[in-house]
């Protein structure tokens, strides 16, 4: 009996392995894609003692490359209500040659900040040459 639920076992995982389809329709011409690495929507709290906050966004690109890249990030304007004054980084960032990884730093700024929490979303620019990955959801507000 022993033997016939191992023979049995193993005809199972040879169908299962088997049966398995292959990724020939993968598109191996695909362009790389960079995308900010945060993983959760983030919300920052400016009042009058604390009216500006700076930090470090960390973003991935899927390719290394041998030479230096750079990158275009943008404001989503169908997703963002805040006003440009309240906010700053800088538009273009540099992945150095054999890196896949990098930080924007972005600086928050209570200048016109409503008192209920608004959304800024930055991307990637995407181009012929880079796919833009994962957006960053910031909230905004004044707590004054």
Known sequence: MKKAYILISLIIVTLFVSSCDT????????????????????EIALSESNPLIDFPIPYFVSEASSSDRTFQVVVVADETEVAPENYSFDASVIVPANERTGTLLFSAMNISLPDEFAPLTLAFEETSEVTSGARLNLFLRSSD
């Open 23 to 42: 990724y020939e329709d993968y598109d191996k011409e695909r362009s790389p894609v960079i995308g900010f690495t945060l993983g959760v929507d983030f």
